[in-house]
């Protein structure tokens, strides 16, 4: 009796997805299904074929044999909350989207609550996460629940998404971490989980963080940023960078326009407080109502306005030392000691960054070489031994 799986899906140079799509064409033409029909051998071959594809596709995948999938988020629906049926997953996700655009009012420094005052200053994660955790490069969380966990290198460590939470928690919102079965960490991870719906785990997503543009290849120039600020910033967040309230101090109400330094603005260890994360985030979100599409500030502008406002005081972090154990990949826009490029501290705040950039591509070379070295060198010593 003919078998149902033909030769040719068995040519060891066709790719798993080539022989599942092989397989599924026979199957749906009925080519090799004899005239008497399927008997139970047949049905058993169907599905160990089936099977053993499928395990191959997997397998190849995670080994890097095919392309990653790639998901855009410009252009992608934002999936409403209200469309949910009612239930207590729809109550957690609208917590966790209450937490994420009202933090102040829920876990600030100024809640009435005082075992409830996670956070340190009365930002919102939408403050930097805008329209809710959804706009493409202002640092989104759709997809996020696909890409953890994940390497880290500020800890040098696989992270898991409520570790990540937790970051933010003691940088951006300048305060504690949340413990890990509490109800808040459990509405911010099912939020950001309902966001990344739909997101393949391990996809790479386009419109994730900031679009990594290019800078200019000077140090930023601070009075010029003040000239920008005056122009197109201070309008919402204050000629004194301190931002505008939505009621009255102590009242856990936050900001209409956040501050973007001083006591109750992020600290020195945000991803925000570095130069090209900032510069980035504001050429292609700021002043309200930009984005990546439609900018209004240019690369010049947007990186020294960048430079202004990281340059003025805000709240510190201690241990920052700690961060980036690995040094080598260490962000050379990350403005705190140790520095491992030979360059000066104030470098590695303003600029240029170019020829940073080349040195620590040039030690991450070396770093590669030397690593493929010694595997070479442990794999002659073990064909030695096993002779």
């Known amino acids: 009796m003919p078998r149902l799986m033909?030769?040719?899906?068995?040519?060891?140079?066709?790719?798993?997805?080539?022989?599942?799509?092989?397989?599924?064409?026979?199957?749906?033409?009925?080519?090799?299904?004899?005239?008497?029909?399927?008997?139970?051998?047949?049905?058993?071959?169907?599905l160990n074929t089936a099977l053993a594809c499928t395990w191959l596709l997997l397998a190849a995948t995670a080994h890097g044999a095919e392309p990653t999938l790639t998901v855009n988020l410009v252009g992608r629906?934002?999936?409403?909350?209200?469309?949910?049926?009612?239930?207590?997953?729809?109550d957690l996700v609208q917590r966790g989207h209450e937490l994420s655009t009202r933090t102040f009012a829920v876990i600030g420094p100024e809640v009435k609550n005082l075992r409830k005052r996670y956070a340190g200053n009365n930002l919102?994660?939408?403050?930097?996460?805008?329209?809710?955790?959804?706009?493409?490069?202002?640092?989104?969380?759709?997809?996020?629940?696909?890409?953890?966990?994940?390497?880290?290198?500020?800890?040098?460590?696989?992270?898991?998404v409520e570790e990540r939470i937790n970051g933010c928690m003691e940088r951006s919102m300048n305060g504690k971490p949340l413990p890990l079965d509490a109800p808040e960490m459990k509405a911010f991870t099912t939020y950001i989980a309902y966001l990344s719906r739909g997101v393949p785990v391990g996809a790479q997503i386009e419109g994730a963080a900031v679009l990594q543009s290019a800078v200019p290849d000077r140090r930023a120039d601070l009075m010029a940023g003040v000239v920008v600020y005056a122009a197109r910033c201070?309008?919402?967040?204050?000629?004194?960078?301190?931002?505008?309230?939505?009621?009255?101090?102590?009242?856990?109400?936050?900001?209409?326009?956040?501050p973007l330094w001083g006591p109750d603005s992020f600290n020195n260890g945000a991803g925000m407080n570095r130069m090209l994360t900032t510069t980035r985030f504001i050429r292609q979100n700021m002043p309200l109502g930009a984005s990546h599409a439609a900018s209004v500030l240019n690369d010049d502008e947007a990186y020294d306005v960048a430079a202004f406002v990281l340059s003025r005081p805000r709240p510190i972090k201690s241990h920052l030392?700690?961060?980036?154990?690995?040094?080598?990949?260490?962000?050379?826009?990350?403005?705190?000691?140790?520095?491992?490029?030979?360059?000066?501290?104030?470098?590695?705040?303003?600029?240029?960054?170019?020829?940073?950039?080349?040195?620590?591509?040039?030690?991450?070379?070396?770093?590669?070489?030397?690593?493929?070295?010694?595997?070479?060198?442990?794999?002659?010593?073990?064909?030695?031994?096993?002779?």
């Open 321 to 387: 030392e700690a961060d980036f154990p690995a040094r080598w990949n260490k962000p050379i826009d990350a403005a705190f000691p140790p520095y491992m490029l030979g360059a000066t501290a104030d470098q590695h705040r303003y600029g240029p960054y170019p020829p940073l950039a080349e040195k620590q591509r040039q030690i991450a070379d070396k770093r590669k070489a030397d690593m493929a070295a010694s595997r070479a060198a442990a794999d002659s010593a073990s064909s030695a031994t096993g002779r």
């Open 6 to 46: 033909p030769s040719r899906i068995r040519d060891p140079a066709w790719t798993p997805t080539e022989t599942v799509a092989a397989w599924a064409d026979d199957r749906a033409t009925g080519s090799g299904i004899p005239p008497g029909g399927i008997d139970m051998e047949d049905k058993m071959n169907v």
């Open 234 to 258: 201070a309008v919402c967040h204050g000629a004194d960078g301190l931002g505008k309230r939505t009621g009255q101090r102590g009242d856990a109400q936050g900001y209409i326009f956040p």
């Open 124 to 160: 919102a994660c939408t403050s930097c996460h805008e329209q809710g955790g959804a706009k493409p490069f202002a640092i989104p969380w759709v997809g996020v629940t696909a890409t953890f966990p994940q390497y880290r290198g500020r800890e040098d460590q696989i992270s898991t």
């Open 77 to 90: 629906p934002v999936p409403e909350i209200d469309s949910l049926p009612e239930g207590p997953y729809r």
